[in-house]
């Protein structure tokens, strides 16, 4: 079985994309009509419609998408906790998605996401060829990408994958991410320890990208605490997602490397079997 | 010095490792890490469950929950602590005993009681002191004392030579002596059986165990050819040990050496011959711990005989009496001069000064008694007297002047007048057809018992051998008022003869001498024969009871424990606040 990238839209149009998307963009497939407003492009300006109605109105042409994925990986420590098999997902997701995309005729290029955006060295071939990974840092992306913004391509796909573990407002890290974007992908990758604290007792916690420490007595109720807060802090990505057209994804490391059932990619059109 | 009223309650301390040990359990984390503290951090707004343990602030609140533990456990032992009171009497009982002198290499019980007596006057916690010394006796020593100089000038009573300590006694007298507030303390060298009147006596012994040897049993009786010879001597030396065995017989004598040996808890027995004339065996041990049992001297029993008349119309009887006498050894028939008269006549007339008379009284219409026989014990002439299945003929129709010795129910059959002088007579109400007195072994010991009594009285030492303890007795002669006692360090003591008697209480064993206008009038021997005291063995130290009765601990001490109790409301206060409110 092959899997291949699924493009948001199937049409392949313009010079500058072979694939269209949904969003409105600067192709030549003509989308629709819309009255001018300040600050849009006068030379979309259909004037033929002006002379004929005396009403400024603008062509609207569907977005040209480049047939390209960048895969923004998240190299935080955290991604590679002892004892998960977050590490081995991540990079098993990553490598299946950039393979993906060369099924589906696209290039990659893989991004990591640590003290600054970098691109992945020899990330545009091949996952096995890709170099220079490290997961030591402990920034979140929005401080990430003020060090060193990542320089994507336009109308390109983008696809980040990370456990989404820190602070900082969804929206304006997926704006960040969005902008520019024909389409954009949120795969979480949680481990299980992620999703189900430690057995109760007393427990010293450990950050594992800050190394602060916590002690807690952890019993049902902080049980049910902590599962209340990570799934308000899903809630909190999911709601960004639709705010910017994004699609999210919650995958288990420890499911996910177990037999490499992509159920949940596929649900949401991401992979498509070739 | 704080006391506690309870100090069982402090056996709840054992509960603080216990608390330590939640502690530490509490404060073991398992270490886990996590991706991120971001879900933790955001759990602890809420205030029930999962509750974060803030670990700077434990050592505070562990040793304030610790201080709060401590604070109301001492407060269930309510400590107290005491009120200056005005100062009381103390009131020391001394063992007079001899065993109080018993010394090891550096001193003794009695010593050592003295130190602390001593220290405890010169605290000034007593006005005032009495002192008791409990030898066979208790015997107050006056008047009071109230410094350590003075206590120094009245040691030389105690002179621990008693054969016995009548603590029990002391003790009783202390009690009267003492008001409730008073101190009564019990100096001896052995543990007490019971104490009683808990809170009012303190009991403080001051005894060592020691290695002793002693004599503990010794007598010389007369035989028909020689004086027969018994000396016993006790082992108290916790393993075997031998000694050397002095015997000097009489005066000028170079002692002959015997070695013994004697083993622990053991006696060694030596019974040997000695001739008439010997005037006395002197026997003495090697020196040890305790030197009083260490000697023992033995004089002959004075051989006294009584001159006895017999007149009487019964001559049955007479010769029943005449027999009676004749078995009990001490007869001496004398009939112009006898000093015991039997008759059976109805003028009682007697014939001398010294003579004393027993007076046969046979009535008429005489019944048989077979009892019950009321018998006056302490009377001489009822001593080993058995009655029980006698016969006894009396008539009920005579009166016997005296006073009753013997009665059968309210029936006098033997009485006794006494004449100013010092003579006796004895009325025996008797009538021998309706009797089996004769027939049993009450009639010979009837018969000895008067004539031992009147040989007792006669002239002189009445006992030559005593123990220390016991009374030395002289008979006087008429007209005699005083004599002289001389003791072992050639002291003489006058004493007074009072109804013909001089009394006299040796101290100290050895030989004495009674006299009188400067001639020896009688010799005897004291002998320290006390097994109880030679067993130094078991002799201890240690202090028993106390000065607090519950009255006097609410009367002389004030509680602490409200300040223990408000000392951990504080703290309690102090937690909350440290613990944000939650306890």
């Given amino acids: 079985m092959r899997y291949c990238l699924e493009i948001p839209r199937d049409a392949m149009r313009g010079e500058t994309g072979i694939q269209l998307g949904n969003m409105t963009g600067t192709s030549l497939d003509f989308k629709d009509y819309r009255e001018y407003q300040p600050g849009d492009d006068l030379r979309r300006i259909d004037w033929s419609v002006y002379g004929r109605s005396d009403k400024l109105i603008v062509k609207l042409f569907r977005e040209e998408v ?157 049980e049910k605490r902590y599962q209340d807060a990570l799934q308000r802090h899903q809630q909190h990505w999911y709601q960004a997602c639709r705010q910017v057209g994004a699609v999210m994804v919650t995958l288990v490391a420890e499911e996910l490397v177990t037999g490499w059932q992509l159920d949940e990619l596929e649900k949401h059109h991401i992979l498509g079997v070739a | 010095m704080p006391l506690l009223t309870y100090p069982l309650a402090l056996l709840a301390l054992t509960a603080i490792p216990v608390f330590v040990a939640i502690y530490l359990f509490r404060n073991k984390f398992r270490h886990y890490p996590v991706s991120s503290l971001l879900l933790w951090k955001s759990m602890f707004r809420a205030k029930e469950g999962g509750s974060r343990i803030k670990r700077l602030q434990l050592p505070w609140l562990f040793l304030l929950e610790l201080f709060i533990i401590i604070m109301l456990i001492l407060a269930a032992a309510d400590p107290r602590m005491p009120i200056p009171t005005r100062r009381r009497m103390l009131i020391a009982v001394l063992d007079n005993s001899a065993s109080m002198k018993a010394r090891d290499t550096t001193d003794s019980a009695r010593d050592r009681a003295f130190r602390f007596l001593a220290q405890e006057i010169s605290k000034g916690t007593y006005y005032s002191v009495y002192l008791i010394l409990a030898g066979s006796h208790p015997r107050l020593l006056e ?109 000028g004598t170079p002692p002959e050496e015997r070695v013994v040996t004697v083993n622990t808890g053991k006696t060694v027995r030596l019974v040997f011959d000695l001739p008439h004339d010997i005037p006395y065996i002197h026997a003495r041990l090697d020196p040890d711990s305790l030197a009083m049992d260490n000697e023992l001297i033995l004089f002959p029993e004075p051989r006294k005989s009584v001159k006895t008349s017999l007149a009487f119309k019964n001559e049955q009887l007479a010769d029943s009496i005449g027999k009676a006498l004749e078995a009990s050894g001490l007869n001496q028939s004398n009939l112009r001069s006898p000093r015991l008269l039997f008759t059976d006549s109805n003028t009682v007339s007697r014939l001398t000064d010294t003579t004393w008379v027993v007076h046969i009284v046979t009535g008429k219409k005489n019944q048989s008694y077979i009892g019950p026989f009321v018998i006056n014990s302490a009377h001489p002439v009822c001593k080993g007297l058995q009655l029980q299945g006698v016969v006894w003929g009396a008539s009920p129709n005579v009166t016997l002047p005296g006073t009753p010795v013997i009665l059968a129910g309210n029936i006098p059959l033997v009485t006794e007048e006494k004449y100013i002088t010092g003579e006796h007579i004895l009325h025996v109400q008797y009538a021998p057809e309706y009797s089996t007195l004769e027939a049993t072994p009450n009639w010979p010991v009837l018969f000895w018992n008067i004539m031992n009594w009147r040989a007792s009285m ?110 951990a409301l504080a703290a309690l206060t102090a937690h909350v606040y440290v613990s944000g409110g939650r306890i």
């Fill in chain 2, 143 to 251: 008047p009071a004392i109230a410094s350590v100089r003075e206590l120094t000038s009245v040691m030389a009573h105690w002179k621990c030579t008693a054969p016995a300590a009548a603590l029990q006694e002391s003790t009783a007298m202390a009690l009267e002596l003492a008001e409730t507030t008073d101190h009564i303390m019990v100096l001896t060298d052995h543990a007490p059986d019971s104490l009683g009147e808990e809170g009012r006596i303190v009991w403080k012994a001051f005894g060592r165990q020691l290695p002793n040897a002693g004599f503990v049993n010794g007598a010389r009786t007369r035989g028909d050819e020689n004086d027969r010879c018994f000396l016993e001597i006790a082992g108290f030396t916790g393993k075997p040990v031998d000694t050397i065995l002095h015997l000097a017989y009489g005066p």
């Fill in chain 1, 66 to 222: 480049s047939p390209h994925l960048d895969v923004i990986i998240d190299c935080s420590r955290s991604m590679a906790l002892p004892g998960s098999a977050k590490l081995q997902g991540l990079l098993g997701v990553s490598g299946l998605l950039t393979a993906a995309a060369g099924n589906a005729h696209c290039s990659h290029a893989a991004w990591k996401m640590a003290d600054g955006i970098h691109p992945v060295v020899n990330g545009t071939d091949s996952p096995s060829l890709w170099e220079d990974f490290s997961f030591t840092t402990s920034t979140s992306f929005e401080q990430a990408w003020h060090t060193m913004p990542a320089r994507w391509r336009r109308n390109g796909m983008r696809i980040v994958l990370s456990d989404l573990l820190w602070e900082g407002d969804p929206l304006q890290t997926l704006r960040l991410v969005a902008d520019g974007a024909a389409a954009v992908t949120v795969v979480q990758l949680l481990a299980e320890s992620d999703i189900h604290p430690p057995r109760r007792g007393n427990t010293r916690l450990q950050d594992i990208e800050t190394d602060g420490q916590l002690e807690v007595f952890i019993d049902a109720v902080a």
């Fill in chain 2, 458 to 567: 006669s002239h002189g030492v009445r006992a030559s051998n005593i123990r220390i303890g016991m009374p030395a007795i002289y008979s006087a002669e008429p007209g005699i008022q005083q004599v002289t006692v001389t003791d072992p360090t050639k002291r003489s003591i006058e004493m007074p003869v009072v109804n013909g008697t001089a009394v006299f209480e040796p101290e100290y064993p050895g030989m004495y001498h009674f006299s009188t206008d400067g001639r020896t009038a009688g010799v005897f021997g004291v002998n320290f024969i006390a097994p109880e005291e030679s067993d130094t063995g078991s002799l201890s130290s240690g202090t028993w009871g106390d000065w607090l009765d519950t009255e006097t601990l609410q009367r002389e001490y004030a509680s602490l424990m409200w300040l223990l109790i408000a000392a």
